[in-house]
Protein backbone atom coordinates (compact mmCIF):
# COMPACT_ATOMS: atom_id res chain seq x y z
CA UNK A 1 0.00 0.00 0.00
CA UNK A 2 1.50 3.23 -0.63
CA UNK A 3 0.60 7.04 1.09
CA UNK A 4 -1.13 9.38 -1.48
CA UNK A 5 -1.32 12.99 -0.80
CA UNK A 6 -3.59 15.02 -2.98
CA UNK A 7 -3.37 18.98 -3.27
CA UNK A 8 -3.74 21.97 -5.57
CA UNK A 9 -7.76 21.94 -5.36
CA UNK A 10 -9.50 25.49 -5.18
CA UNK A 11 -12.21 27.96 -6.25
CA UNK A 12 -12.27 28.88 -9.55
CA UNK A 13 -14.77 30.71 -12.31
CA UNK A 14 -16.27 28.78 -15.04
CA UNK A 15 -13.50 28.18 -17.86
CA UNK A 16 -10.69 28.55 -16.10
CA UNK A 17 -7.96 26.10 -14.91
CA UNK A 18 -6.47 24.40 -12.08
CA UNK A 19 -3.39 22.02 -11.91
CA UNK A 20 -3.88 19.42 -9.42
CA UNK A 21 -0.66 16.96 -7.96
CA UNK A 22 -0.87 13.81 -5.99
CA UNK A 23 2.01 13.21 -4.02
CA UNK A 24 3.44 9.19 -3.13
CA UNK A 25 5.47 7.76 -0.67
CA UNK A 26 6.21 4.61 -2.25
CA UNK A 27 10.38 4.01 -3.66
CA UNK A 28 8.33 2.08 -6.34
CA UNK A 29 5.84 4.70 -7.96
CA UNK A 30 7.15 4.89 -10.84
CA UNK A 31 5.88 0.78 -11.37
CA UNK A 32 2.65 1.68 -10.31
CA UNK A 33 -0.81 2.33 -12.38
CA UNK A 34 -2.18 6.26 -11.09
CA UNK A 35 -5.44 7.68 -11.77
CA UNK A 36 -7.96 10.50 -10.53
CA UNK A 37 -11.21 10.00 -9.41
CA UNK A 38 -13.81 12.50 -8.27
CA UNK A 39 -16.94 12.55 -5.98
CA UNK A 40 -20.06 14.67 -6.38
CA UNK A 41 -21.88 15.63 -3.28
CA UNK A 42 -24.25 13.02 -2.47
CA UNK A 43 -23.46 10.64 -5.89
CA UNK A 44 -20.83 7.41 -5.82
CA UNK A 45 -17.08 8.25 -7.02
CA UNK A 46 -16.35 8.35 -10.79
CA UNK A 47 -13.45 7.75 -12.33
CA UNK A 48 -11.39 10.49 -14.06
CA UNK A 49 -8.24 9.65 -15.63
CA UNK A 50 -5.56 7.06 -15.59
CA UNK A 51 -1.59 6.37 -16.49
CA UNK A 52 0.35 3.92 -16.82
CA UNK A 53 4.12 3.12 -15.14
CA UNK A 54 5.32 4.71 -18.90
CA UNK A 55 2.47 7.64 -19.18
CA UNK A 56 2.24 5.92 -22.59
CA UNK A 57 -1.84 6.17 -23.47
CA UNK A 58 -3.45 7.73 -20.95
CA UNK A 59 -6.96 6.95 -20.42
CA UNK A 60 -10.30 9.84 -19.73
CA UNK A 61 -13.83 9.73 -18.90
CA UNK A 62 -15.69 10.92 -22.11
CA UNK A 63 -17.03 13.72 -19.58
CA UNK A 64 -13.19 15.14 -19.21
CA UNK A 65 -11.45 14.03 -22.79
CA UNK A 66 -10.43 17.10 -24.41
CA UNK A 67 -10.35 19.59 -21.32
CA UNK A 68 -8.23 17.15 -18.60
CA UNK A 69 -4.45 15.86 -19.06
CA UNK A 70 -3.26 13.89 -16.21
CA UNK A 71 0.34 13.00 -16.70
CA UNK A 72 3.33 11.67 -14.09
CA UNK A 73 6.94 13.08 -12.97
CA UNK A 74 8.12 9.45 -11.34
CA UNK A 75 11.31 11.07 -10.44
CA UNK A 76 9.00 13.26 -7.72
CA UNK A 77 6.72 10.13 -7.23
CA UNK A 78 3.61 12.67 -8.66
CA UNK A 79 1.16 12.66 -10.62
CA UNK A 80 -1.01 15.68 -12.19
CA UNK A 81 -4.14 16.67 -13.60
CA UNK A 82 -4.35 19.80 -15.38
CA UNK A 83 -7.83 20.87 -15.76
CA UNK A 84 -8.93 23.06 -18.45
CA UNK A 85 -12.05 25.20 -19.35
CA UNK A 86 -13.77 24.01 -16.06
CA UNK A 87 -17.54 23.28 -15.61
CA UNK A 88 -19.63 23.68 -12.87
CA UNK A 89 -20.07 20.04 -13.08
CA UNK A 90 -17.02 19.20 -12.46
CA UNK A 91 -17.29 20.77 -8.91
CA UNK A 92 -16.58 17.58 -6.95
CA UNK A 93 -13.54 16.22 -4.24
CA UNK A 94 -10.63 14.60 -6.26
CA UNK A 95 -9.12 11.37 -5.57
CA UNK A 96 -5.74 9.86 -6.89
CA UNK A 97 -5.31 6.28 -6.51
CA UNK A 98 -2.42 3.89 -7.16
CA UNK A 99 -2.41 0.28 -7.85
CA UNK A 100 0.22 -1.92 -8.65
CA UNK A 101 -1.47 -3.49 -11.65
CA UNK A 102 -0.37 -3.25 -14.95
CA UNK A 103 -3.00 -2.23 -17.44
CA UNK A 104 -4.57 -0.65 -20.91
CA UNK A 105 -7.25 1.52 -21.54
CA UNK A 106 -10.74 0.79 -20.24
CA UNK A 107 -8.54 -1.79 -18.04
CA UNK A 108 -7.12 1.21 -16.07
CA UNK A 109 -10.03 2.07 -14.88
CA UNK A 110 -11.06 -1.14 -13.72
CA UNK A 111 -7.72 -1.67 -11.49
CA UNK A 112 -8.19 1.76 -10.00
CA UNK A 113 -12.05 1.45 -8.94
CA UNK A 114 -10.80 -1.74 -7.03
CA UNK A 115 -7.60 0.13 -5.89
CA UNK A 116 -6.27 -0.05 -1.86
CA UNK A 117 -4.37 3.29 -2.10
CA UNK A 118 -6.10 6.14 -1.94
CA UNK A 119 -5.75 9.53 -0.69
CA UNK A 120 -7.42 11.66 1.42
CA UNK A 121 -9.37 13.93 -1.99
CA UNK A 122 -9.01 17.70 -2.55
CA UNK A 123 -12.10 20.07 -3.01
CA UNK A 124 -12.55 21.57 -6.56
CA UNK A 125 -15.42 24.45 -7.31
CA UNK A 126 -16.04 25.82 -10.13
CA UNK A 127 -18.60 29.02 -9.71
CA UNK A 128 -20.72 29.66 -12.67
Known amino acids: QVLLLESGGGLVQTGGSLRLSCAAS????????MGWFRQHPGKEREFVAA????????YYADSVKGRFTISRENAKNTIYLQMSNLKPEDTAVYFC?????????????????????WGQGTQVTVSS
Open 51 to 58: ITWSGISP
Open 97 to 117: AGDGKDCLGYGCQVILTGATS
Open 26 to 33: RDNFGRLT
